[in-house]
C-alpha cells in the first residue's frame, strides 16, 4: 500500500483534487478546532504521498464518493478531532481485523462523555458517508494512520 521511491512509483504530495478537498469538508464534525483541523488535512497529505501509483485507483474510487480514501481520512479526522477515544478506537479495530468489525453501538460499556460524544458524531457521519470500512484494509490503514497521528 505504501512505499518508498526504491521499492515503487508513489502518486506523490500533489495538489489535492476537488473531490479531495470536498471530501475532507464531510469529517468536519469530528474536529471541533482550527487546530485539529489544520493536523487533518497535513497528515492526510503525508498519508496521501505514500499512496502507491498501482493502488491510486482503488485509494481514488469514482472521486469523491466511494473509493478507499474515505477510510484514511475516517481515522485521520478521529485523531485530530477526538483523540481521548482514538487509540482506543484504534486498538478495537486492530483486535477485529479479519472478522466483523466492532459497531459504537456495541462500546457500551465505554461510557466517559468522550465516547459518548465520539459515538454521535460518528453516527451522524455515518448517516451521510458511506466509509469502507472492511476488515482486510483496517489493518493496513489504521497502521499507516497511527505513524503519522500518535
Do not use: H
Not at 512505499?3 to 479531495?20: C, M, Y
Not at 469529517?27 to 492526510?44: D, E, K, S, V
Amino acid at each position: 500500500m505504501f512505499g518508498n521511491v526504491e521499492s515503487g512509483s508513489v502518486v506523490g504530495s500533489v495538489p489535492l483534487r476537488d473531490w479531495e478537498r470536498n471530501a475532507l469538508k464531510d469529517y468536519y464534525r469530528l474536529i471541533p478546532t482550527p487546530r485539529g483541523a489544520t493536523r487533518f488535512l497535513n497528515t492526510y497529505r503525508l498519508v496521501r504521498a505514500g499512496v502507491l501509483s498501482t493502488e491510486w485507483d482503488r485509494f481514488r474510487g469514482d472521486e469523491g464518493g466511494l473509493g478507499e480514501f474515505r477510510l484514511p481520512m475516517l481515522l485521520l479526522a478521529v485523531a485530530a478531532g477526538q483523540p481521548s477515544v482514538a487509540r482506543e478506537w484504534f486498538r478495537l479495530l486492530q483486535q477485529k481485523a479479519g472478522g466483523p468489525l466492532p459497531q459504537l453501538e456495541s462500546l457500551s460499556e465505554r461510557e466517559a462523555p468522550a465516547w459518548s460524544e465520539f459515538r454521535r458524531l460518528y453516527g451522524d457521519l455515518n448517516a451521510q458517508v458511506n466509509v469502507p470500512l472492511t476488515p482486510d484494509r483496517v489493518m493496513d490503514w489504521v497502521r499507516c494512520v497511527e505513524r503519522f497521528t500518535f
